[in-house]
C-alpha cells in the first residue's frame, strides 16, 4: 500500500503537499503572501533568485516580516496565560520571590462537572456558632464536617442565618460530612446521616465520605466489627444518592488499593479521597494515580497537627514566607492547593479565617520555593494523624509497581 512506505505516497513532493508546515517549500512564501500580498511575494522571490528557503539576499529582513510561525520551535515563545507580569522582578510592585497572577482557579472540577471550592472550613473541635457565621461573610462556600465531631449541631446553627437569606443559599454551598467508625452497618450509616442532615439543617449533603476503612460494632469502643464489608456500606450509601439525600460520595483515609476496589464494582464513584497532605507527607503516588482516575484528594491537617507547630514554623517554610511576603499558613496551604487539593484547615477567630482564605489565589509559589518544601519529605517525613486503631499499608501498595521494586534494585 502506498501508506506503508513500499510505494511513493500520492501527496509527495509538489508544492501542494503540506503548504503550512515550516520547512515547506512554499511555506515562506505562503507566509509572505499573506501577509503583504502575491507582489510583496514575488519581489521577494526575485531578489532571492526564486528560493523562498534561500538564506541569501535579504532573507534576515524578510523572516522578520513573517508572521512568528506560533507553535513551531523558532517562532516566538507563547505567553502565558493571565499572567501579567509572570515574576516578581518584571514589576517592583510585587514582592521578591512571588510569582504574581491576575487570578488562580478557586475551586476544582470534580466528576460531572460540578465545581468543590479549594479551600474548605474544617469544623474540628469548632465550638462556636458565632465562627462559622464570619467564615460564611468572608467568602468560605466549603464547610468540612463529621458525625464524630460532635458539633453538627453547632455548626447548624451558624449556617441557619445564611441558608434562611434566599433560594439560591444553599446551592452555593458545599457541605461535607462522614459516617464514623462504628456506623458501617447500613442501617447505623443511615441512621448516622439522618441525624446529621437534621442537625446540619441544609437538606443534602454534597459529599457524604466513609471516614476510615475500618469498621467497629456500634457503640463497641473500637470493637472490629467483622459482619460489614466497605462494599456493604458504600452500596448503602449510593441508595442516598438515588434518593436525593446526598449528591456524591467518596472516602476518607483509603489507600489507594482501597480506592481502587471501591472503583471496581461501585455505581456512583467516589470523587474524593480525604487524606493528611502537606510537604512532609505529600503522598504524591497516591494524590496522581487517583486524580489520572478521577478521584480528587483533599487535604486534611495542611498546616501540620494543631497542637504541634513543628510543620508550621519550620524554617523552610518560615523562609519561603519570608521570600513571598506572605504568612507561614498562606505558604502551606498555597503548596497543596497549587497541585489542585482542596484544603479544609481548622480556623477560629476572624484573624485566621482571613488569613486561610483571602488571597490565596493571586500568587504562585515559584520553582525553586515549591522545590524547598518538596524537600521537607525526604529531610522532616511526619505523620502527624496516627490512630492507634489503624494500621497504614505500604506507601506503594495499588497502581503500578516502581521498576526499582519489580526488578530487586
Known sequence: MASDGCQPVSWKGGSSAFPHLMHHPGGLASDVAGAHGDSYHAEKLRMQGGHGGSHGGDSSSLHDKRRGNVGTWDGPAPKGHGIAPRHAQDNPEIPDGCVKLVREPDSVVLRGGVRMPLVGLGTFRMTDAGDVKKALDLGYRHLDCARIYGNED???????????????????????????????????????????????????????????????????????????????TYLAMEKLVDEGRVKFLGVSNFSLAQVEDVLSWCTHK???????????????????????????????SPLGHGVSKELLEHPVVTKVAQETGKSNAQVLLKWNVQRGVAVIPKATGEAHLRDNLEGLFDWKLTWDQKSALDELEKTSPKRFVDPSFHTWPDAEEGGATKPSVVFGL
Do not use: F
Open 154 to 232: 453547632m455548626v447548624g446553627e451558624g449556617l441557619k442565618d445564611y441558608l434562611a437569606t434566599d433560594a439560591s443559599a444553599r446551592s452555593s454551598l458545599w457541605i461535607t460530612s462522614k459516617v464514623w467508625n462504628d456506623a458501617h452497618r447500613p442501617a447505623e450509616m443511615l441512621k448516622s446521616v439522618e441525624a446529621t442532615l437534621g442537625d446540619l439543617g441544609c437538606g443534602y449533603l454534597d459529599l457524604l465520605l466513609i471516614h476510615w476503612p475500618d469498621a467497629w460494632v456500634p457503640g463497641g469502643q473500637e470493637e472490629p466489627d467483622t459482619t460489614v464489608t466497605i462494599k456493604e
Open 270 to 300: 467516589p470523587v474524593v479521597n480525604q487524606i493528611e497532605l502537606h510537604p512532609m507527607l505529600p503522598q504524591r503516588k497516591l494524590v496522581g494515580v487517583m486524580l489520572r482516575k478521577g478521584v480528587h484528594s483533599v487535604a486534611y
